[in-house]
């Protein structure tokens, strides 16, 4: 059996179903709205380019290796002054 | 210096000299976050998928957008997943239709059981044009006779989304049609019986 031996649409009726809704349109606040929802969550704009960018794995390893040696210095001060 | 990617293309909102394809605005949303692209985009398709949204929720503006703005969300955090096989609109009016499904099913509206009555509200004898019948519907049903008759979904692909069996949503459609025949002004119904 196939879908279309259902009950079917006139073509009038088919017509009349395509236009349900088709003049309804949302308000213009919607875009600005959905935009900003986007930048607060980085997928949109330069703020999350420019954080994916200072990001990056070196730049990530080369701050990982700063503080360690920081805290090395730290601890190692005392010890070596004893 | 900035990193620059040949395949990218860049975005002028400003331009409108040739209409860019919603492939090159994807790739600028995905590798540049452009702005200018989405709001291409949001323009192009949003239209469309409101009216997906709106009708699945019965006739709420307020509700549509806010599904549509939830759509958006998602579409753009799973840009990756699009296929450029299918149509952009269309694989965006999906995820606007899961969204919408979700909507009604959290608000406890979407029962598809054979024993609960097609008509949400009861108006007997009153004749309707196309939309107010469709929209007098109960949410199940008209979810099914949204998603198959308007939207063009087959009964596989509606079984998925509504958690349901293939079988479940012809007999659903059917029911829908049958109602909303009878709630079409008394000539359309004349014709269509």
Redesign the interface.
Known sequence: MTEHSFEEWTPEERAQLADVGQHRSPRSELKGRTMRDLRERGLLGAAGSRRAQEFSLGRMLDGYEGLLFNMSEVHASPVASV | MP?VRPNVRMIDATDVSAPASDEALVSA?RH????AA??VL??RH??RA??TA??IVG?N?HE??DV??EA??RA??SLDRWSRQSEFGAWFRGITAHVAIDVVRKQGWLVLDADVDAVSDETPGEWM???SA?LSLAPGYRAVLVLH??EGF??EEIAERLGITAGTS?GQ??KA??VV?AR?APG?ER??L
Not at chain 2, 32 to 35: I, L, V
């Open positions: 990193l949303i540049e976050r452009s702005e989405f709001a949001y323009d949003t239209p409101f009216q709106w009708r006739g503006p549509a957008e549509v703005q958006w969300l753009v955090s044009d196309m939309e469709i008759d308007v087959t009964h012809k459609l059917f049609r049958r025949r079409l359309m014709r269509a």
